[in-house]
């Protein structure tokens, strides 16, 4: 199974892109898939251009020994899609048996409306500057810094500088009691944009570092009267 999805997605990343501006580099990456005599282009008629990406294997249909049809999804601009790939297996090597066939994707789940939790906003106060020092140190890696926030006994690996905190944008701490909390930091990391540019131009937004706001849930324990990091992971949606 995993070759014939190595087989099929390295197919669909071929049969997915090509460019009337040069149709021949596109027939030449074909033939390793194709049977003898096939048609170079496989039925594109050689016009316009698409460009597709994001392939992964979804699914497998074994028709028997030697026959089966793979499922790849892709995404092309902004639409998703499966890609139908039939494939014949003679014991050792893979072919396209057939013309592929484009399916429509499902799209998105409805995700249902949740109430957000009652906030402990005196313990949000509490935990900010914390948490700010926290995030601060998480992006530096630094771990003589890090052993300053989390709690007795943990480590936490850090980004080694990959990160700088921009802002930590909110700390959700739903009302409950004890001096173990879960709790929601929202943070937005800079990113660098990695151009070399020991400057950066105001008036170029590629050259500026990124910013990417992210989710965590952490698990914040009391100690001494000091709130510690006990444990990060990425942020789950509440349960209604």
Known sequence: MTQAAAFANQFAAVYLNFDASNPQQRADRLKPFLPQGAQEQFGWNGYGRMSAGAFQFTGINVRDANNAVVTVTYQAGSRRGLLSVP???DGSKFVVSERPGLLP????????????PDRDSATETEL????EGFFKAYAAGDQV???RYVANGVTVEGFDGALTLAQLKDVVVPVGEGSTREVTAVVVWAVSSGSG??????DDPAT???????AYRLTVEKQGGKWFVEAVQGASRPVG
Do not use: N, W
């Open 197 to 202: 540019t020991a400057t950066p131009r105001t």
């Open 145 to 147: 810094d890090l052993q």
């Open 128 to 131: 900010r500057p914390q948490l």
């Open 87 to 89: 494939i014949y297996y």
């Open 105 to 116: 994707d499902s799209g998105p789940a409805g995700l249902p409306a949740v109430a957000d």
């Open 208 to 214: 500026q570092p990124a910013g990417l706001e992210q």
